[in-house]
């Protein structure tokens, strides 16, 4: 399995800052011959599913705000939520689905 | 508009079966492979495994290989996950995820309670 380890496992930040989670995985979720991450991003709030966020990497899904972002590559991997807003306090998990799929621990996002 | 439609919450007792259910609609069921999630109470997501309608390829994480069965009915736009011999440690929320390489779609979850 490739194990996702996320950092940190949570964190407070004041409404309208910057919150930036890191993903690392035991090895590169990179494609060669596509050149792409086989990285995705989920938020989960409370009492609900997961929902996707971004996906190879760096693509954000419809309806998704753009305060949202992904970067990274190979093994190293972050989502970034700008401008935090009170709804965005959620647990996130990043997964990689280049093998069998596996999610990283969960970071979890409170209002400083 | 795509769902999924996951059946409702469970209580049983430890060597008890189960069978739980993920109805698709809005799509084209059979294309899609579908997933199942664990998620333990307070905890993180950990994949299951995968199958795909169309043809009933199965896969298991294999932690979880033998531990539960997967299937699907392609005549009702249903999959399963099912146990013959529940534990306690089977406790947990149980979600059903589809929409290609990654989850777009998720069920509502299937609480799943054993307890003696």
């Known amino acids: 399995d490739i194990v996702m380890t996320q950092s940190p496992d949570s964190l407070a930040v004041s409404l309208g800052e910057r919150a930036t989670i890191n993903c690392k995985s035991s090895?590169?979720?990179?494609?060669?011959?596509?050149?792409?991450?086989?990285l995705a991003w989920y938020q989960q709030k409370p009492g609900q599913p997961p929902k996707l966020l971004i996906y190879w990497a760096s693509t954000r899904e419809s309806g998704v705000p753009d305060r949202f972002s992904g970067s990274g590559s190979g093994t190293d991997f972050t989502l970034t939520i700008s401008n935090l807003q009170a709804g965005d306090v959620a647990v996130y998990y990043c997964?990689?689905?280049?093998?069998?799929?596996?999610f990283g621990g969960g970071t979890k996002v409170e209002i400083k | 508009e795509v769902r999924l439609v996951q059946s409702g919450a469970e209580v049983k007792r430890p060597g008890e079966s189960l069978k739980i259910s993920c109805k698709g609609s809005?799509?084209?069921?059979?294309?899609?492979?579908i997933g199942w999630v664990r998620q333990m109470p307070g905890k993180g997501l950990e994949w299951m495994g995968i199958?795909?309608?169309?043809?009933?390829?199965?896969r298991y994480r294999p932690s979880f290989q033998g531990q539960v069965t997967i299937s699907a009915d392609e005549s009702i736009n249903t999959a399963y996950l099912q146990w013959s011999s529940l534990k306690v440690s089977d406790t947990a929320m149980y979600y059903c995820a589809t929409g290609g390489e990654v989850y777009k779609y998720w069920g509502q979850g299937t609480l799943v309670t054993v307890s003696s």
């Open positions: 199958i795909y309608p169309g043809d009933s390829d199965t």
């Open positions: 090895q590169s979720v990179l494609y060669s011959s596509s050149n792409k991450n086989y």
């Open positions: 809005g799509y084209s069921f059979t294309s899609f492979w």
């Open positions: 997964q990689q689905y280049y093998t069998t799929p596996t």
